[in-house]
């Protein structure tokens, strides 16, 4: 149980261009999901929480324009890289919670790589 | 949330337990500790969480001392497949107050498995 799909896994775009990753909790509702960036080697950095329904909460230093979160739905939020520079290229993983009191869970990580 | 020391490194023969301490002196009473590991170039898994008592599940134990400064997630038997980065991390299970309420990763302990 608590499977989280992430996709695509893999980017490989122009810079300039925007990017949409989507991140799926497959079998259970997860009321809240969060996206996380990973530089290498370098540990996980939260980007934002997003909850269901509400604005994104973004941590400091992170550009709400530029990185744009959408949770419409218990299952469903997708992070959208706007017009994404090299400087943009990371690991990006998200993970979801089911509720208050449950552990998060996350995918597999989407690499982008900007050109 | 609660600082964590880690070891960087450690090494276990394949088939034996793997130990991985965890030091969190300042802990509070309302924080959790939480052990995830993330092998190279996946999202992290979620291994295994506990408050006061020790847990154990599928695929570990946790031990977690009587004062709470400290903590030991054992592996019982493991295999090549456990190599990976293991993160302890301290934190309440969730803010009440909304906003961020994410995982804040440090720099965990390179577990690598020798056949």
């Known amino acids: 149980g608590a499977v989280v799909s992430q996709h695509p896994s893999r980017v490989i775009c122009k810079s300039g261009t925007s990017v949409k990753i989507e991140c799926r909790s497959l079998?259970?509702?997860?009321?809240?999901m969060f996206w996380y960036r990973q530089f290498p080697k370098q540990s996980l950095m939260l980007m934002a929480t997003?909850?269901?329904?509400?604005?994104?909460?973004?941590e400091q230093g992170v550009e709400k324009d530029k990185f744009l979160i959408n949770h419409a739905s218990l299952t469903l939020s997708t992070l959208t890289v706007t017009s994404a520079h090299p400087e943009d290229s990371s690991f990006y993983i998200c993970?979801?919670?089911?509720?208050?009191?449950?552990?998060?869970?996350f995918g597999d990580g989407t690499r982008l790589s900007i050109l | 949330d609660a600082k964590t020391t880690q070891p960087p490194s450690m090494d276990c023969a394949e088939g034996r337990a793997a130990n991985l301490p965890c030091n969190h002196s300042?802990?509070?009473?309302?924080?959790?500790v939480y052990w995830y590991r993330q092998i190279h170039s996946q999202g992290p898994q979620y291994i295994i969480h506990?408050?006061?008592n020790n847990e154990t599940n599928e695929m570990a134990s946790l031990i977690i001392t009587e004062d709470r400064k400290s903590s030991t997630l054992i592996l019982p038997h493991a295999t090549l497949r456990d190599t990976a980065v293991y993160y302890c991390?301290?934190?309440?299970?969730?803010?009440?107050?909304?906003?961020?309420?994410?995982?804040?990763f440090g720099k965990g302990t390179h577990l690598i498995i020798q056949p």
């Open positions: 997003s909850n269901e329904g509400s604005k994104a909460t973004y």
């Open positions: 300042t802990i509070s009473g309302n924080e959790y």
């Open positions: 991390i301290v934190r309440v299970a969730f803010y009440s107050g909304g906003g961020a309420d994410g995982l804040t």
């Open positions: 993970s979801a919670r089911a509720g208050v009191y449950q552990p998060q869970h």
């Open positions: 079998d259970f509702q997860a009321t809240t």
């Open positions: 506990g408050l006061k």
